[in-house]
């Protein structure tokens, strides 16, 4: 009995392994039939793909029996079409052909190999497969670079002949980045302005409105309407009573700092006697330091010393209380510019760029400028340089005592009438140098309220058409009134904006209506970012690396805005030669209607309405002078009544601006 019960235990076992021995057989079987089937499966698919590919010609397939590797698609296209397609990987990589021939999707990388190494697949018949799998891939790939190759494939199409980038690459194309690159390279630096000018942003000039108009009176028309803009544009500076109405008071704001703190000026009528100045200085403690009669505000400027003590706004006040005439801070002005380096220059150097960006060689051959007086009212100017011989035909001075030549009055003066080494924009004007800026007591070049209006003053007499004012400063009441009357008398102002940055509020004198403001760019019409900006703003004109005279003969780069307006003023003094009875108001309008924008969007507080066109305003002056000729001819009435009566004739007639409101700031008027 303990022998059966033994026995029975080992025979279960042997009959267990039996049977899984059995079923192990099975199960190997099973798997080697599935294996089969897929290798049949996978023989199908390489046999169709073999016949979908071409074989190169010259090229021997057994080759790739013996080892040689297909080449790495991948590799050597990058990124194209063959990159996402059915081809690229293997057909065994991923995907249901591997699912199918093994019930499970092998890893991504390496099906065959895996299936050798679990003893599914002979090692033989794996190999072959392996290389025909190979052989299909080479062809296809082959065939596909060979096309490439000859550019006829869809990937040499994309590449070469629409692809944006190949287009940006090459420079082929109507792509920006193309066009201005390859213009850059082959012309040379300062042509990018005229490139981005002429085909990125659109021309809205009124100049150009005006070419396309069909009659004088559409023209006529175009011209009202730009000279509305301007109009529109200025009264956005700020409102400033005028000296002597409601609301007027000289006092300086709290916050203002710029100007003598021990000195004021006061200015009375013609009807006002000194006497009574002498009395009313005396009750207040205020000593006279100086008294100059100027036409230019109307009366009679008084220079007040004030007792130690007092404070500027609590003197103006009480004057103001006096009733007797207008008070106000004797301010402070400065000359701002950065030079860059004093050097010797021949002329044409390309330094002096602005010679090609106004096409002054073609331009002059119309205006020089020739016997137009511009006032410079600046620091001393070097009147014996070699650029500036027999240009300058005046000098006078308004400080009171003797100072050296300074760079930044020679430069401005250089900048309009050169005519030597270097070519100013009007080298036929002639210069009345007015040295206000003193700069023996202070690092900076400063005049004050009194000084400048000395300066306008003598220039006027003098008989300048044109006023050039490469400076900055404060809002002062004593230079709106001067400017007011010097408008009045047809001189042409033209100030520097200011190179106090974006942040600055408007400048004066250029924030005065009666002026042209001006800004600086660079040689790519690039804004100089010191600018001042603002609603004021006219036109745009290089002020950056200007070469310029500087004193004993020498040479200077200089930037700022005060370049850019004397530039301006030479552009101006051609105007004025080729129609000296033109008024500072067509000067504005012309200055502004063919300037070149710098802004798709037309005239904007950075730019004002543009880069100066010397070329284009020297033609739409002869248009409007031509036109209002026309204009009179066609509207002179014809003649009724007596055979003895004189008809009436029409004079020029010149584009009117619309009504200013009651409401409306006086001194935002557009300059007259």
């Known amino acids: 009995m303990q022998q059966s019960g033994r026995a029975f235990p080992r025979l279960s076992i042997r009959i267990g392994a039996i049977t899984l021995v059995i079923f192990c057989a099975l199960a190997a079987w099973q798997d080697r039939a599935?294996?089969?089937?897929?290798?049949?499966?996978?023989?199908?698919?390489?046999?169709?793909?073999?016949?979908?590919?071409?074989?190169?010609?010259?090229?021997?397939?057994?080759?790739?029996?013996?080892?040689?590797?297909?080449?790495?698609?991948?590799?050597?296209?990058?990124?194209?079409?063959?990159?996402?397609?059915?081809?690229?990987?293997?057909?065994?990589?991923?995907?249901?052909?591997?699912?199918d021939a093994i019930g499970k999707t092998l890893p991504g990388k390496g099906g065959l190999e895996k299936l050798t190494k679990d003893r599914l697949l002979p090692k033989d018949r794996a190999k072959d497969l392996i290389a025909r799998d190979q052989l299909g891939k080479d062809k296809l790939s082959k065939d596909l670079l060979t096309k490439d190759k000859l550019g006829k494939g869809k990937l040499a199409q994309d590449l070469l002949g629409k692809d944006k980038l190949g287009k940006d690459k090459l420079g082929l194309g109507k792509d920006r980045l193309g066009k201005d690159q390859a213009a850059i390279d082959k012309l040379g630096k300062g042509k990018l302005g005229d490139i981005k000018s002429a085909r990125t942003i659109p021309d809205k000039r009124a100049a150009s409105r005006i070419a396309q108009a069909k009659s004088p009176i559409e023209r006529s028309q175009v011209r009202v309407d730009h000279s509305r803009e301007i109009f529109a544009a200025r009264l956005r500076l700020p409102p400033r009573p005028f000296p002597g109405t409601a609301g007027f008071s000289g006092a300086p704001p709290a916050?203002?700092?710029?100007?003598?703190?021990?000195?004021?000026?006061?200015?009375?009528?013609?009807?006002?006697s000194r006497q009574s100045v002498e009395a009313t200085a005396s009750r207040l403690g205020l000593t006279i330091v100086g008294t100059q009669s100027s036409g230019i505000t109307g009366g009679t400027l008084y220079h007040f010393s004030l007792p130690p003590g007092r404070q500027v706004a609590t003197v103006v006040r009480s004057l103001e209380a006096e009733r007797v005439g207008i008070a106000s801070p004797n301010y402070v002005y400065h000359l701002i510019q950065e030079t860059a380096s004093d050097t010797q220059s021949p002329a044409g150097s390309p330094e002096q760029y602005t010679v090609e960006k106004f096409r002054l060689t073609e331009v002059h051959k119309i205006a020089t400028g020739r016997e137009v007086l511009v006032a410079v009212i600046d620091s001393k100017v070097d009147t014996t340089h070699?650029?500036?011989?027999?240009?300058?035909?005046?000098?006078?001075?308004?400080?009171?005592?003797?100072?050296?030549?300074?760079?930044?009055?020679?430069?401005?003066?250089?900048?309009?009438?050169?005519?030597?080494?270097?070519?100013?924009?009007?080298?036929?004007?002639?210069?009345?140098?007015?040295?206000?800026?003193?700069?023996?007591?202070?690092?900076?070049?400063?005049?004050?309220?009194?000084?400048?209006?000395a300066g306008i003053e003598w220039a006027i007499n003098r008989g300048a058409r044109i006023i050039n004012m490469s400076f900055a400063g404060p809002y002062d009441p004593m230079i709106q009134l001067a400017m007011r009357n010097a408008a009045a008398k047809g001189i042409i102002l033209i100030a520097a904006s200011g190179n106090m940055g974006a942040k600055s509020p408007p400048l004066y004198p250029a924030a005065?209506?009666?002026?042209?403001?001006?800004?600086?760019?660079?040689?790519?019409?690039?804004?100089?970012?010191?600018?001042?900006?603002?609603?004021?703003?006219?036109?745009?004109?290089?002020?950056?690396?200007?070469?310029?005279?500087?004193?004993?003969?020498?040479?200077?780069?200089?930037?700022?805005?005060?370049?850019?307006?004397?530039?301006?003023?030479?552009?101006?003094?051609?105007?004025?030669?080729?129609?000296?009875?033109?008024?500072?108001?067509?000067?504005?309008?012309?200055?502004?209607?063919?300037?070149?924008?710098?802004?798709?969007r037309g005239r904007d507080d950075r730019y004002g309405w543009g880069l100066i066109d010397p070329a284009a305003a020297l033609q739409e002056l002869d248009s409007r002078i031509s036109d209002g000729k026309l204009l009179a001819r066609t509207a002179a009435p014809k003649t009724a009544g007596p055979k003895n009566a004189a008809p009436k004739t029409a004079g020029p007639t010149a584009p009117t601006v619309a009504p200013r409101p009651a409401s409306a700031n006086p001194a935002a008027a557009p300059a007259r």
């Open 255 to 272: 916050t203002e700092t710029r100007y003598v703190p021990t000195e004021m000026v006061f200015h009375v009528g013609t009807n006002v």
């Open 386 to 453: 070699p650029d500036l011989a027999a240009a300058i035909v005046e000098h006078y001075d308004a400080v009171g005592r003797p100072e050296q030549a300074h760079s930044h009055g020679t430069g401005m003066a250089g900048a309009i009438a050169s005519h030597r080494k270097l070519l100013g924009i009007a080298p036929g004007a002639r210069i009345l140098a007015v040295q206000a800026f003193s700069t023996s007591a202070r690092q900076s070049p400063e005049a004050t309220t009194r000084q400048i209006i």
């Open 512 to 600: 005065d209506p009666h002026v042209i403001a001006v800004t600086a760019t660079d040689e790519s019409d690039g804004l100089f970012p010191q600018a001042v900006r603002g609603p004021h703003l006219a036109v745009a004109a290089p002020g950056v690396d200007v070469m310029v005279p500087a004193p004993n003969d020498t040479y200077q780069l200089t930037t700022g805005t005060s370049v850019a307006a004397a530039h301006v003023s030479g552009v101006a003094a051609l105007l004025l030669e080729r129609h000296p009875s033109i008024d500072a108001k067509t000067v504005l309008e012309v200055l502004t209607s063919t300037a070149r924008n710098l802004n798709p």
């Open 34 to 99: 599935r294996a089969q089937v897929g290798i049949d499966v996978l023989r199908q698919v390489i046999d169709k793909t073999k016949d979908k590919a071409k074989v190169v010609p010259g090229k021997n397939p057994a080759n790739l029996l013996k080892g040689k590797q297909a080449p790495d698609l991948k590799g050597q296209l990058g990124k194209g079409p063959l990159t996402k397609g059915p081809f690229t990987k293997a057909p065994l990589t991923k995907g249901p052909l591997t699912k």
